[in-house]
């Protein structure tokens, strides 16, 4: 396990907290190998950093359809002896502290004073991916996932299995016949080429890449989540650089009938300078993601065709009706993002430093109608009325209230991957943050928080003149959160892990001026609520 | 006619030196995309990968080769690298086995590795171990005779007398780079380096492994001799049949 003399009397203190934290658990190396690595008979660290993240040449790989760098298997289909497969299972325990910043009811019923603790072992579940080579140019890939959901039913939590298929997708690879990855095509389900894949992220599912995740409106997927379409993408290589390319054409919904008609369009090119000597490698890239929504891709909200549309817009009956919330128009939404990636190595520790900007913005959240006055509920117009969406007239004789709700948010991540003793013990300290401005929308369920807001005006009831003020901007919400983890692999199919994270405003709800809230209101009916967390978690994955 | 002859000797050697120049290029675009990452741009065995890897990548500008069919202190033969290259290294490193590598791109690249050790150009051609003309048949007599061998020549302090990489020197073990180094378990022969037919492991005892702790025996015993330390391995260990292809 030393490999290097300078480790040496690191070594030695990190096998003292080693043999207490795990103890006995120190056998020899073995090499047992999951999906690729069996099929080249190679350790998991020949492509991985540590298990899921992916090394330089591991990428490399990937890029290639699975086949080595600058390699094309001529092996016909037919003759092909075995797909691969492989599997991974996990569980984990969580020791988490949540502060509440709310006397009423919290979230999923949970005990309501200010602070508890939730210790548990959760989220049992695992993987099965295939992938592989079939034949000259075409490479697959498939994983399902097994997890446990959480759910709270009759106030009691449940947790039932379910099965999802996270990925699959078919490459047509290496077009040209080049080997070299210059321009392949995929299609199916996958994830995004993002500067810093979600799936193979080295932080536990407590802890996803939050301005990949943000998710402000209904309907709408975040970033990370695997989509559907096609995808254009390869790198190019000359003397000392690469240059990776990606161009996807996406149904944005996530789901495989896509109402909106128009496709969504991710871009990403990254440049990546080798070096010699300590500092190895520098990449810099951009990404671009250019959606579109349509209230046809909400749920409820099907084709509705011209004659419907003219009988919702008509005044007369925007008083009576609730269901006017629709247009044939498509709302944009885009992502613009800029990402940096570092690899040193220093006196053999190899450091990968990491970032990644982003700003987001959906030019309405509501996806209104841009001819469609804005109406108070219904109702008395008190509080009581309000638990539907509303467009409202100011007042018919006024003219009417022209209303977008647009969504904005910039965040990021800045990380480092450290890995302190070769092929076995990883430090991997991250931060994240996203500040949202114009916060209509709970990022984490992708509901609507204006249904929360919009009925209370220091204590004064809504009517058909006294709207949700023009001039609310939503409030602001800052999400931040620290993780630190430790990977350890004391044999090449195990992974234990430790992450210690701290989150500020867990959920994400914003926390917009005092005159918006009444303080006696549970969570869910305009309560703003302002959850802290921290989290110590332990988890083991073995991967077969 | 004297002018006209010249002129084409000329040629032929430009294009011939032509040629190779394109073939280095080709062998360091081969050599950039593919093995790069772990050899290091300049071959010094320090690519990005290399620092997270337990078996460090070789070093191409030390001329060093652990697998080789030629005497103590020579370079391998050309084949030697070919196969190497073609089978790759075993299961316990991350050398993979480049068999999908285009014939030419090979050669190519191994021309480039090779560049990058100017002896290979100015050396003598290397002097080829000798080997016997047919595999002597494996008996029980040649097999104990192996056994006292084993023991005697102490494999055992460094490969444990079982052959479990569990003798007394073991842990100690460092190679020239100074990187801590453990013999494989004898008893699993697809993590073995340099193959693991009764020929393969004739010649790594006859060669040894330059570079790590792991000693040549040429001139130390005779050729039958290490015949019978073989067959002892071939027996006790890596068991007929179970020899797996590197």
């Given amino acids: ?544 | 006619m004297k002018h006209f002859i010249g002129i084409v000797l000329l040629f032929t050697v430009l294009s011939l030196v032509a040629a190779q120049d394109l073939d280095l290029k080709r062998g360091r675009k081969v050599y950039l995309d593919s093995c790069s990452p772990c050899h290091g741009i300049t071959g010094k065995g320090d690519g990005i990968v290399a620092a997270n890897l337990y078996v460090k990548p070789r070093d191409f500008t030390l001329g060093q080769y652990k697998i080789k069919s030629t005497i103590d202190g020579d370079l391998p033969l050309h084949e030697d690298l070919y196969t190497t290259l073609s089978k790759g290294m075993g299961q316990r490193n991350s050398m993979l086995a480049w068999a999908h590598l285009r014939g030419d791109d090979r050669e190519a690249v191994l021309a480039y590795i090779k560049s990058l050790y100017p002896r290979f150009a100015t050396d003598e051609p290397p002097q080829v171990i000798s080997y016997p003309a047919v595999v002597p048949p494996m008996t029980a007599k040649t097999i104990r005779q192996g056994k006292t061998w084993y023991e005697g020549i102490e494999c055992g302090k460094c490969h444990g007398l079982s052959g479990h990489g569990d003798g007394p020197s073991t842990a100690a073990l460092r190679d020239e780079q100074g990187h801590k180094i453990t013999p494989p378990d004898l008893n699993k022969p697809w993590l073995f380096i340099g193959g693991s037919t009764r020929m393969d492991l004739f010649r790594t005892i006859k060669t040894g492994i330059a570079g790590s702790a792991m000693p040549s025996l040429d001139g130390i015993i005779t050729d039958d001799q290490i015949w019978e330390l073989v067959d002892y391995l071939a027996h006790e260990f890596v068991q007929p049949g179970e020899q797996a292809p590197r």
């Fill in chain 1, 1 to 544: 396990m030393i490999h290097n003399s300078h480790f040496q009397h690191r070594v030695r203190l990190f096998h003292v907290l080693m043999v207490f934290v795990f103890l006995g658990l120190l056998p020899k190396a073995a090499f047992a190998i999951p999906a690729f690595g069996r099929k080249y008979g190679k350790p998991c660290q020949t492509c991985h950093v540590a298990i899921p993240k992916l090394n330089d040449f591991g990428e490399r790989v990937r890029v290639n359809g699975y086949q080595l760098p600058g390699t094309i298997e001529e092996t016909a289909p037919w003759s092909i002896q075995a797909v691969h497969f492989s599997g991974m299972l996990h569980e984990m325990f969580v020791d988490r502290t949540i502060k509440s910043g709310m006397a009423a009811v919290p979230p999923t019923g949970l005990p309501a004073n200010g602070q508890y603790d939730v210790n548990s072992f959760r989220d049992m579940g695992g993987h099965i991916w295939m992938g592989g080579v079939l034949g000259k140019h075409l490479s697959f890939f498939s994983s399902f996932g097994i997890e446990q959901e959480l759910e709270v039913e009759g106030g009691r939590f449940k947790s039932p299995t379910s099965v999802h298929w996270e990925q699959a997708f078919f490459a047509y690879n290496n077009v040209l016949s080049s080997g070299s990855g210059l321009l392949n095509f995929r299609f199916g389900r996958f994830e995004l080429e993002l500067p810093f894949s979600s799936l193979r992220r080295l932080s536990s599912a407590l802890a996803p890449y939050e301005v990949y995740n943000i998710r402000p409106v209904q309907g709408a997927v975040s970033l990370s989540a695997p989509k559907v379409g096609m995808s254009i993408y390869g790198v190019h290589s000359f003397g000392l650089s690469r240059i990776r390319y990606d161009l996807s054409v996406v149904n944005g919904t996530n789901a495989h009938f896509d109402t909106n008609l128009n496709k969504d369009l991710y871009a990403r090119l990254a440049w990546s300078q080798y070096f010699a000597g300590p500092l190895k490698k520098v990449t810099v890239g951009g990404l671009g993601y250019f959606g579109t929504q349509n209230l046809r891709d909400l749920p409820g909200n099907p084709f509705p065709n011209e004659a419907m549309i003219e009988y919702w817009q008509e005044p007369e009956i925007l008083g009576e009706t609730f269901n006017v919330h629709t247009t044939p128009e498509n709302v944009n939404f885009n992502r613009l993002g800029v990402d940096a990636s570092i690899d040193l190595v220093l006196f053999g520790y190899h450091l990968n430093f990491f970032g990644q900007y982003l700003v987001g913005h959906d030019d309405d959240i509501d996806m209104t109608d841009k001819r469609m006055p804005y109406f108070a509920g219904g109702g008395g117009g008190d509080e009581g009325g309000g638990d539907h969406l509303h467009k409202a007239m100011t007042s018919a004789s006024e003219g009417i209230e022209w209303l977008t709700r647009p969504f904005d948010y910039t965040g990021g991540f800045v990380g480092v991957d450290l890995v302190l003793i070769p092929t076995k013990l990883y430090l991997s300290p991250r931060l994240d943050w996203v500040n949202v401005t114009n916060q209509w929308a709970d990022k984490v369920n992708g509901a609507y928080l204006r249904q929360n807001i919009s009925y209370v005006v220091e204590g004064d009831t809504l009517s058909g003149s006294d709207i949700m003020p023009r001039n609310m901007t939503g409030g602001e919400t800052d999400i931040t959160r620290w993780v630190v983890q430790l990977h350890y692999h004391p044999i090449q199919p195990v992974v234990f892990m430790l992450e210690y994270g701290r989150q500020d405003n867990l959920f994400g709800y914003p926390e917009p001026p005092e005159r918006m809230y009444n303080p006696s209101w549970a969570a869910g009916m305009g309560r703003v609520v302002s959850v802290d967390s921290s989290w110590l978690m332990f988890m083991v994955m073995f991967a077969f």
